[in-house]
């Protein structure tokens, strides 16, 4: 169901909950109109007519439209929102808030802090995160609310069009990156969902601070502030289940990043360090592997836990390889023109 965006806010407890409440409602109201109308075209339909079958089709589709209002009826009265919503309301709770934002917890990261707390960086390297932010068609629960779901393909549009901030905890004081300069860079994997990369800048205390925690484990969690531009709902059939929500479409998408608080597992976030562009040439080629089948599957392997995290020094192992690697290929590159040559 399209509508116009309404910007929320909230991030836990009732206030994360007011746009899902109108949502909810706008929903009802929709399902209950078009049923209305249907019955009023059939209605119409059969007062004009004459055929037998013509009117047997029309008494059937009548039959069919009062049975799904009762089921959209009976769907209402178990619904695990309103209900929610009703208990909320007499203890005078409301939920209110506009941008809403989602917490999801993260795997440990395997990185290996020092000593004295701080992550593992050599000279030369660069800081870099990279978290999936949100997790296509995996049903998450809010509180005992309901139940949400990110239909695959959601972030589409926003990746494209939106000016987002990497923050720290949703606080704009605390900004790690941001996509108009490229610092943060955000891609729509059909199979996984919204996936980040930001460059930390180099000798800044709150990049390194926030860094270190992520390394030793002390943040674990991603998040997201968004909009929602489509969605609907699928509710309860019994007392006691909770509504569904499928999120279709991101209207906006405000903000990502690591959290102190995760409400729910599944996402994916780590520290990657990485040598500066100087050393390894073309930006291009240090990006490649974001169009990597490999990559994705990386990422998928290291989201489910079946896989350890590379080291620091792995990576620097595998960084010296590549480029040795790469320096016998400029090497060979003329020889096996040569013989191709030759061989033409």
Request: one cysteine or more.
């Amino acid at each position: 169901m399209s509508r116009e965006t309404i910007i929320e806010t909230g991030d836990a407890g009732p206030g994360r909950l007011g746009w899902a409440a109108r949502s909810l409602s706008n929903w009802f109201k929709h399902e209950c109109m078009r049923l209305s109308i249907e019955r009023q075209v059939f209605r119409q339909e059969f007062s004009e007519t004459s055929d037998p079958a013509h009117q047997a089709e029309l008494q059937a589709a009548l039959k069919e439209n009062a049975a799904e209002q009762k089921r959209l009826d009976e769907g209402w009265r178990c619904s695990s929102m309103r209900t929610g919503l009703e208990l909320a309301a007499e203890k005078k709770v409301t939920p209110a808030g506009t941008i809403e934002r989602r917490i999801a917890e993260s795997p440990a990261s395997s990185m290996t802090p020092s000593d004295d707390g701080h992550a593992v960086k050599s000279s030369g390297l660069r800081t870099k995160l990279n978290g999936l932010a949100a997790v296509y068609e995996t049903p998450t629960q809010i509180g005992n609310w309901f139940v949400e779901r990110i239909a695959r393909g959601a972030f589409s549009e926003v990746v494209r069009t939106d000016d987002v901030r990497l923050l720290f905890n949703h606080d704009a004081n605390q900004i790690l990156a941001r996509s108009r300069n490229q610092s943060l860079r955000l891609y729509d994997s059909l199979s996984e969902g919204l996936v980040f990369w930001a460059d930390l800048l180099a000798d800044d205390p709150l990049s390194d601070a926030i860094a270190a925690r992520i390394s030793r484990g002390d943040i674990s969690g991603c998040s997201f502030s968004f909009t929602v531009k489509q969605d609907r709902w699928e509710l309860g059939k019994k007392a006691g289940d909770l509504d569904l929500r499928i999120i279709e479409k991101i209207g906006h998408l405000y903000d990502v990043g690591p959290v102190t608080y995760p409400a729910y597992e599944s996402t994916f976030l780590r520290v990657v360090f990485e040598r500066q562009a100087s050393d390894i040439g073309d930006e291009s080629d240090a990006d490649a592997y974001f169009d990597d089948d490999d990559y994705w599957q990386q990422i998928t392997d290291e989201a489910a836990g079946r896989r350890r995290l590379v080291t620091p020094e792995q990576q620097r192992q595998i960084e010296r390889d590549s480029h040795r690697l790469k320096r016998m290929l400029r090497w060979l590159r003329p020889e096996l023109a040569k013989g191709s040559s030759r061989g033409s």
